[in-house]
């Protein structure tokens, strides 16, 4: 086949993946997860139910694909947030008040339980965990943070706390949780 003609039925599966993923997407926050059909999927999406299943074999993995791509925009906006922070230290602030403000966007009770399970949720979770290790050691080199804990375990430290700001009620709340995370790992005065 041509290129042109290849591009072409490339970016025609890319639309209707969109349109599928966006509609699926709008239908699970206008109902709830329980009832949505593929034949409102497809509905909404504008395509045929035939169709709809050439590209998915149910609502779940359509789900499963939106989620997949929620996570690599996530992990594209914090990796944008630290290119553009100056210091160290600046960078892994920067990060974890990105990170924990998209944790308090996130989904609650069946749709997360679904969502999170899964090899591609794993992955990002590694990609996570790397890209902040990463920052922690940075900061730890320049004496900013403490150094009688190893980056790995202040790194499982900052996600696992920041995890909390799904629950929590306000932005201030999950600034103020950011805060006392942060000053969990600055450096402790020892005594003499």
Known sequence: MPKLWDESIESHRRAVRDATVQATAALVAEQGL??????????????????????????????????????????????????????AMGRLEAVLEAFARLTHHRHDGDLAALLHRGEHAVQA?????????????????????????????????????????????TPAAVERLVQVTLAGMRPVARLQ
């Open 34 to 87: 329980a009832s949505v059909t593929m034949s409102q999927i497809a509905k909404r999406a504008g395509i045929g139910r035939a169709t709809l299943y050439k590209y998915f074999p149910d609502v779940e993995s359509i789900l499963l694909a939106w989620h997949e791509r929620h996570i690599t925009e996530h992990l594209h906006r914090l990796t944008q947030v630290a290119e553009q922070t100056d210091g």
């Open 125 to 169: 979770h590694r990609q996570l965990h790397a890209f902040v290790q990463e920052l922690v050691t940075g900061a730890a080199a320049t004496g900013a943070l403490r150094d009688d804990v190893p980056a790995d375990e202040l790194t499982i430290y900052c996600l696992q706390a920041l995890g909390a700001a799904g629950r929590l009620p």
